[in-house]
């Protein structure tokens, strides 16, 4: 079975970093886009992050170019992401996804259950 | 970037009914859009890929359909589990959601 457990949430005051991490198992990593999304609390989905399977391309939602830098290391089967500059606006829970194919613009197949990310002073 | 505006915000129907959920795009995304399933304290479950097709393990009541800017997801009678918010999203680069429907028990 496909599992995808993200680590790495917490508080982090405003102006801050983050590093956010996925593990995954289950499959084949390397084959397959990875990507990052994110809700707010009570709010709707907001695509973050992709990064293809080969790590060779990179995809970047609006809110947040700039800011984000994603990663992967396909010997570790995980994949990162690693925001600075964090607002209040950052925070809401991060999903690790597994896209279907190896391309980031892939569909959004397979979702982690979260990892709580609290910007706040 | 690419607006998904989804439609209605709430629908309020009864176990057994059909419900029918809209999602119109601000330009064309082709049949690069998806349905999302997602339950309290869940996370969200792709539902329909690529405007039509059914995901692993979703059942034949789910249906999608449209191309370009226009898409329907149609439950065609509703189950009792199948009460949840709907999100459509588009993965044309880079990737948006719609704000969500919500199906509520009527």
């Known amino acids: 079975d496909v599992q995808l457990v993200e680590s790495g949430g917490g508080l982090v005051q405003p102006g801050g970093s983050l590093k956010l991490s996925c593990s995954a198992s289950g499959f084949t990593f390397r084959s397959y886009a990875m990507h990052w999304v994110r809700q707010a609390p009570g709010k709707g989905l907001e695509y973050v992050s992709g990064?293809?399977?080969?790590?060779?391309?990179?995809n970047y939602g609006d809110s947040v170019r700039g800011r984000v830098t994603i990663s992967r290391d396909n010997s570790k089967n995980s994949v990162s992401i690693f925001i600075i500059r964090l607002r209040s606006d950052d925070t809401g829970l991060y999903y690790c996804?597994?896209?279907?194919?190896?391309?980031?613009?892939?569909?959004?197949?397979?979702w982690g259950q979260g990892t709580l990310v609290s910007v706040s002073s | 970037e690419i607006v998904l505006t989804q439609s209605p915000a709430t629908l309020s129907l009864s176990p057994g009914d059909r419900a029918t959920l809209s999602c119109r795009a601000s330009?064309?995304?082709?049949?690069?859009l998806a349905w999302f399933q997602q339950k309290p304290g869940q996370a969200p479950r792709l539902v329909i890929y690529?405007?039509?097709h059914r995901a692993t393990g979703i059942p034949a009541r789910f249906s999608g359909s449209g191309s370009g800017t226009d898409f329907t997801l149609t439950i065609s009678s509703l189950e009792p589990e199948d009460f949840a918010v709907y999100f459509c999203?588009?993965?044309?680069?880079?990737?948006?959601f719609g704000q969500g429907t919500r199906l509520e028990i009527k």
């Open positions: 996804v597994r896209g279907d194919s190896g391309t980031y613009y892939g569909n959004l197949q397979q």
């Open positions: 690529d405007a039509s």
């Open positions: 330009q064309s995304v082709g049949d690069y």
């Open positions: 999203h588009q993965r044309k680069n880079p990737g948006t």
């Open positions: 990064i293809s399977g080969n790590a060779a391309s990179t």
